[in-house]
């Protein structure tokens, strides 16, 4: 049963939350079906590393539809703009089904995009200002970067020399192009969070990091190797991708790559909850539910806010 309050249910988190299970059981007892709003699992082929748990889709037996994953190949580069416009596409063509749309992700520029009504635009590749950066270091660029007012910062953006160009790139056309209106529909979405305390996310973190590099991770990243992709372009699509990438080319042991991999998503996954935080200190409501509760019980609890009217 379909209410007015809400268009849309989205279930965020950090990694290893445990929250596409609970998007997948949500949308299961809804009738509805899971948009991803994670900026990586739109990728083919990069499944380990992006954390792709298509188990997680099949509630008691039966598969949940699930949309904006698996959508471009490995080496192309998905960005925001293009994420909000899929995002609408599939949103109308689930509501036009009378199905009820549940986002779930941890991308939290992704998220907002959605949940906030960002006016998204296409901005074309700047070369002149591109060369007029060409001599700069990464600090440096990071310092022109946050010198934009409106700058929303985004921590993947300072992740390389390239997307900092990028970004620079954006702000500076913004600054001479009004937004224009990208014909978004009203969201009007229940968001609901899935957390758990900070040691025991690490624990979960660690551990699921360990099983991933056993399901062959690595295995995964030299294939992309040696499909063509460079070790730059993959450095491109994150932490797993870096750190393995450097490991297989031989900078990194494989103890260093595992330590440093294991400590940088966990500084990852401190940075999303400081963006969620910050979205409700802007007045997004997020309902928190403790990641140890049974997943039936979240579901329960989900269901309850979603049906008060």
């Not at 160009?165 to 009004?178: F, G, M």
Request: aromatic share 10%.
């Amino acid at each position: 049963m379909h209410n007015e309050k809400y268009n849309l249910i989205t279930i965020l988190g950090p990694t290893a939350s445990g929250k596409t299970s609970v998007a997948a059981k949500v949308a299961s007892a809804l009738d509805g079906e899971v948009i991803s709003a994670d900026s990586r699992q739109v990728y083919r082929g990069m499944d380990l590393g992006t954390g792709k748990d298509y188990a997680d889709y099949i509630v008691d037996g039966k598969p949940v539809p699930y949309h904006l994953i698996d959508i471009v190949d490995a080496g192309y580069e998905y960005n925001v703009y293009e994420y909000q416009k899929d995002f609408l596409k599939v949103f109308a063509d689930i509501s036009e089904r009378r199905k009820l749309p549940v986002m779930c992700g941890g991308s939290g520029l992704y998220l907002e995009a959605i949940l906030k009504n960002y006016k998204l635009i296409q901005v074309p590749v700047n070369e002149k200002l591109r060369e007029e950066l060409d001599d700069k270091l990464l600090w440096e660029l990071e310092l022109i970067l946050k010198g934009y007012k409106n700058y929303l910062h985004n921590q993947t953006d300072t992740e390389s020399v390239k997307r900092v160009i990028r970004a620079i790139e954006i702000e500076e056309y913004y600054l001479t192009h009004p937004e224009i209106d990208t014909g978004m529909p009203e969201i009007r979405s229940l968001v609901v969070g899935v957390k758990f305390d900070r040691d025991s996310r690490r624990k979960r973190i660690t551990s699921r990091l360990k099983q991933r590099l056993k399901e062959g991770m690595l295995d995964e990243v030299q294939r992309l190797l040696d499909s063509g992709l460079t070790p730059e372009q993959l450095t491109y699509y994150g932490l797993e991708y870096k750190y393995m990438t450097q490991h297989l080319t031989g900078q990194l042991t494989y103890q260093q790559m595992f330590d440093g991999l294991n400590v940088a998503i966990h500084q990852f996954a401190k940075r999303q909850m400081t963006w969620f935080r910050r979205m409700e200190n802007q007045g997004t409501k997020i309902h928190w539910l403790d990641g140890f509760m049974p997943l039936d019980e979240k579901v329960e609890k989900i269901l309850e806010c979603y049906r008060k009217i």
